[in-house]
């Protein structure tokens, strides 16, 4: 007991509460419901690079509700998405597992267009499925990326509730649009007009605008998550908030447009925390910031042939689209002050590990059989584990692994850039092999040194490989 209240005294002095008041709150939550389980709120963005926050190092666009986010809960300083583009990050955020293995990756097409037929089969379990059955109220807002066709969109994977554009804010680009890229690369602050993107806007099922007017995008999602906590405050929810930003074209709304140092792709961001400011105040302000962890993270690093209109990856390798670590490690918050012990958490992560320790921490039984590639994240988040249960990760790029890492050591048997930015595809035989604990930047190449774990390395890779069976392919309809 002495040793959860010096705990508690800690979270109250990160808070600016007094102890008193919150071991009070813990012994008898605001309504009533002491043994209720904990609320969800994943927030995705969509090509964040790892640099492009301040408490990740940006020295010019000012994020201070993501910065003491981190400080207040786990910052992650090697999480990964699931894939190095959208489409199949997606799928591995939402089932836990590698999107080879639902078919949701593809030589051909590197997403779902909105030509595409396809979409996330019915046969995955998401994470809005498994926590429907333990009575969770369910949303999905913003991206979607998983098939626009009726029987893919959000309210037919286990959400209540759908709001938002159902895949890229790029796509159905009117004939005859200057091009983007070639704007951006002069232009820090070019506002593409909104009537150029012809995407729309959904709300269930129906469309409720078009163009979307993206100007407005990532206040009105943010308006709608909170809306949706609002209503579901007395019972248990899950809001899975896929900003469409800052992914191009770029759109901000006052007072954020023009605002930031580091032009357009700064006041994106800027907006999207002061969103995350307003939502986790939302939270405060119900008594529900210690039953709701908070996750902030992104689909893929940034769309570096974008200029000044993408993202940066820090001291990353390269950006979206590869796997090198810029394509795929991205930020990783953890908030939840009742929930998640506060500190800096350097052990391997993934999307994947999110359905796992959602299931864990609300109760929920895995169902039998079903082949996860995520690890239960939540005793390190808790504080009662000091290491991450993940050591390995696997980096698929489209239907090929083109990379493994145990631990520090990563092993590149395939390396190729991407959108132009090189270098050009290459395999590997030994592997090249670096350690990117001392070497983030994936600089000083070590297979010479070390051949027995490349062995290792190319052992793991193969029984990976070997758990995948052969599914239809969804991005090929
Ligand atoms: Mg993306």
Known sequence: MTVFRAWLGRVANLLGVAATAVAASAAAPPDGAPDRKPNFVIIFCDDLGYGDLGCYGNPTINTPTLDRMAAEGQKWTSFYAGAPVCTPSRAALLTGRVPVRSGMMSDERRVLFPNSRGGLPASEWTIAELLKQAGYATAAIGKWHLGHLPQ?????????????????????????????????????????????????????????????????????????????????????????????????????????????????????????????????????????????LVVFTSDNGPWLPFATHGGAAGPLRNGKGTTFEGGMRVPGIFWGPGLVQPGVQMGLGSVMDLLPTFCRLAGVELPDGLQLDGYDLSDVLRGTVKDSPRDRLFYWRQEQLYAVRLGPWKAHFITQGSYGIGPKRTEHDPPLLYNVETDPGERFELSQRHPELLRRLKEIAAEHVRSIQPVPNQLER
């Open 152 to 292: 893919y969109l959000p309210t037919a994977h286990g959400f209540d509730y759908y709001f938002g554009i159902p895949y890229s804010n790029d796509m159905d680009a009117r004939p005859g649009f200057p091009n983007y890229l070639r704007r951006a690369r002069l232009d820090p602050r070019y506002l593409a007009p909104i009537q150029q993107f012809n995407v729309p806007l959904m709300e269930g099922t129906r469309v409720v605008e078009r163009p979307a007017n993206q100007l407005t995008l990532t206040r009105r999602y943010t308006e709608k998550a909170i809306e949706f906590i609002r209503e579901h405050r007395n019972e248990p929810f899950f809001v899975y908030l896929a900003h469409n930003m800052p992914h191009i074209p770029l759109y901000a709304s006052e007072p954020w447009l023009g605002r930031s140092r580091r032009g357009l792709y700064g006041d994106v961001v800027e907006e999207i925390d002061a969103g995350v400011g307003r939502i986790l105040a939302a939270l405060r302000e119900l008594g529900l910031q210690r039953r709701t």
